[in-house]
């Protein structure tokens, strides 16, 4: 069963730019992590949001997640060519961590 | 600190084939995931194993796919035989404890295509 839908599904933008991406679920959590996955680098954790947090920042990053509209935010601020990336929420369900469909960045020089 | 193994990183294997993967988690981390991942969508949990045990093998579909980790370190899984909806990366995960609070690391996945 798939629980979180990113949106967009594909996002291009030039180097230096913001980059958003959301991610909307169907039923209550209690945590939603974000993960990234190049051929580089595979698939890696990014950050996790609580249901208790409104926001979250790594760095570049930062997550906001609204309980009531299910849905959460992943910002990337002065994008870089590496961040060219697909990107994953997942939220847990039950016992196990379910992975939406992924939104591909491609962040060009 | 060594990340996830997985071996072979590259498979191609007729229909009808059998076909085995190979996974050494993150040395002490209790927890192993084996997932599958379709071109174009997110992984998708086959089978999670605590230790020894199975914690949740629900969308495993059981009839061709097999998985075992007998002293509760490495893990094979197997698909026998193999169908062209098998085609797919299949991804390995480990954690500490268990539990979807926390970070799952991956392995680099090995890639299967079935003809």
């Known amino acids: 069963s798939q629980q979180g839908e990113e949106d967009p599904q594909a996002l291009s933008i030039q180097e230096g730019e913001n980059a958003t991406m959301n991610c909307s679920y169907k039923?209550?959590?209690?945590?939603l992590q974000w993960y990234r996955q190049n051929s580089g680098r595979g698939l890696v954790h990014l950050i996790l949001?609580?249901?208790?947090?409104r926001e979250k920042h790594s760095g570049r990053l930062r997550v906001t997640l609204d309980t009531s509209k299910k849905s959460s935010s992943l910002l990337i601020t002065a994008s870089r060519a590496a961040d060219t990336a697909s990107y994953f929420c997942?939220?847990?369900?039950?016992?196990?961590?379910?992975f939406g469909k992924g939104t591909m960045l491609l962040v060009s020089p | 600190e060594a990340g996830v193994a997985q071996s072979p990183r590259y498979k191609i294997i007729e229909k009808r084939q059998s076909v085995a993967f190979w996974c050494n988690p993150i040395?002490?981390?209790?927890?192993l995931y084996w997932y599958q991942q379709i071109l174009g969508q997110g992984p998708k949990l086959l089978i999670q194993?605590?230790?020894?045990?199975?914690?949740?093998d629900s969308q495993l579909p059981k009839d061709r796919f097999s998985a075992e980790r007998l002293k509760g370190v490495d893990s094979t899984l197997k698909i026998q035989p193999a169908k062209l909806e098998d085609s797919a990366v299949y991804l390995c995960?480990?954690?500490?404890?268990?539990?979807?609070?926390?970070?799952?690391?991956f392995g680099p996945g090995t890639r299967l295509l079935v003809l």
């Open positions: 997942a939220t847990d369900e039950g016992s196990t961590l379910t």
């Open positions: 194993f605590q230790n020894n045990g199975v914690v949740d």
């Open positions: 039923t209550s959590i209690n945590n």
């Open positions: 949001i609580r249901s208790n947090e």
């Open positions: 995960a480990s954690s500490p404890y268990g539990g979807p609070q926390e970070t799952q690391y």
């Open positions: 040395s002490g981390h209790a927890t």
